[in-house]
């Protein structure tokens, strides 16, 4: 049998964790940094996997037909993903860009939805591994279009992900200072991530294009078919009417939407799944109900009233020098209560590389700029910024954060908590 057969006889249950659920799987032992994936694939199939593919020639030759040897078992499973992508006919949208591409694939999946059976990327397995398993869930005879989700930290990534994943139609959310350490700078940030519309522009595809970003027109300039979002003049207008306390928006024919989305900056994620639904024929009234049903989760940009009062926006998820700086001028025009004062909570912005410095110094001078004093800083590299803006708080770890916030308790107050994932600043929502 092929491997194309064993995953059909699984019915295309796929697994890379031997803790997880193996009843009748596929099993791809991929090795980790501190792991041999092989030495768990006897556990697999014990706990009833169906077959498992390993790099161990002679664990392989212990039962050929309960194993598969292959060198890679990574590339592996990427090219099953990619066989497997040749049997399905429907539309494949990607998204990708530097930020707020998991939001707009869950706008995209929620106004899709109104029409089609859709598959979308589960939470942000977005990357080298997550794309082909999500590819790997297509079902050809029930699922009608796919939304996928693609990240990336360096050029080349990508283009890899189209090969597996043959997009013909292509979002970039928007090219800004995410992952420079690994894309070694901007410049190097949107020739990666303009690999979607190089792809498109190959392949005969569909790319929307914000118009908002002034990079994307022309990333999308050899790609022979493209809708604009959101501006007056493109193919479909979406006019933002207000952010306070959530989006609301008028679309091209008039029809209004009122989210539950926050901050002016998702306000192209909104307009892009408002464009792509149109595009493949979602009635405007389906669209505005998706948009408006759309309840953020999972730290990102979600509106909160704490149980001591505070109206906190919880975005934490993520951050980079982009991210933070929208959702900080965003922050900073929101109108507050005539007795609120505006409090953001910041953590360090990661994989920056030699940027790292100037970048959270920059985030000390925009606090400073504009005007929003009450600012604690969580982490080591924001001493920088507390070095350009003397009037917040620094603190080297979230315990001190959470000391420090148990001491002076906030109640009442705007609140903006934003980071990298890695600094897990939800965590402070218990003083909060």
């Not at 690994?182 to 519309?197: M, S, V």
């Not at 954060?401 to 218990?430: C, F, I, N, T, Y």
Request: glycine fraction near 8%.
């Amino acid at each position: 049998m092929t491997l194309y057969d064993h995953y059909l006889a699984a019915q295309g249950q796929v697994s890379t964790d031997s803790r997880q659920p193996q009843l009748g799987t596929l099993f791809f032992a991929l090795n980790g940094p501190s792991f041999r994936g092989a030495a768990f694939a006897p556990g697999a199939l014990a706990a009833g996997a169906r077959h498992a593919v390993v790099d161990d020639a002679a664990l392989a030759a212990t039962d050929a037909a309960r194993y598969t040897y292959a060198a890679d078992p990574l590339a592996a499973l990427q090219a099953l993903a990619q066989e497997h992508r040749r049997h399905f006919r429907g539309p494949v949208l990607a998204v990708t860009g530097s930020n707020g591409k998991t939001t707009t694939k869950e706008l995209l999946t929620a106004v899709l939805a109104q029409k089609y059976n859709v598959l979308a990327t589960s939470g942000n397995l977005n990357n080298h591994i997550g794309v082909p398993l999500t590819l790997l869930r297509l079902r050809p005879e029930q699922h009608e279009l796919a939304v996928v989700e693609m990240g990336a930290n360096h050029r080349g990534e990508i283009a890899a992900y189209c090969q597996w994943a043959a997009p013909t139609h292509g979002l970039i959310t928007n090219i800004g200072k995410a992952h420079l350490e690994g894309f070694g700078g901007e410049e190097g940030i949107a020739l990666g991530k303009g690999e979607l519309f190089d792809y498109l522009a190959a392949h005969q595809g569909t790319a929307f294009v914000n118009t908002l970003d002034a990079k994307l027109p022309a990333l999308a300039a050899a790609v022979a078919w493209r809708i604009s979002y959101p501006a007056p003049s493109d193919s479909y207008a979406t006019t933002l009417l207000g952010a306070d306390p959530a989006l609301r928006l008028r679309l091209w024919d008039g029809t209004g939407v009122a989210a539950q989305l926050t901050g002016e900056y998702n306000f192209p994620n909104m307009a892009a799944a408002a464009a792509a639904g149109a595009h493949f024929g979602v009635p405007t009234t389906q669209i505005a109900a998706a948009l408006g049903a759309y309840n953020p989760q999972n730290n990102r940009s979600q509106l909160l009233r704490t149980v001591r009062g505070n109206d906190l926006i919880l975005d934490a998820y993520n951050a980079n020098p982009s991210s933070m700086a929208a959702a900080l001028r965003s922050f900073a025009s929101r109108p507050t209560a005539a007795d609120q004062s505006r409090w953001v909570i910041l953590g360090d912005m990661f994989e920056l590389g030699d940027s790292a410095l100037a970048e959270h110094q920059a985030l000390g001078e925009l606090l400073a700029e504009l005007q929003l004093p009450n600012a604690l800083l969580v982490g080591p590299l924001l001493q920088a910024a507390a070095q350009t803006h003397p009037a917040a708080h620094h603190f080297a770890t979230k315990a001190e954060a959470a000391a420090w916030l148990a001491a002076h308790p906030l109640a009442g107050q705007l609140v903006l908590l934003k980071g990298s994932r890695g600094m897990g600043l939800e965590s402070l929502l218990d003083v909060l």
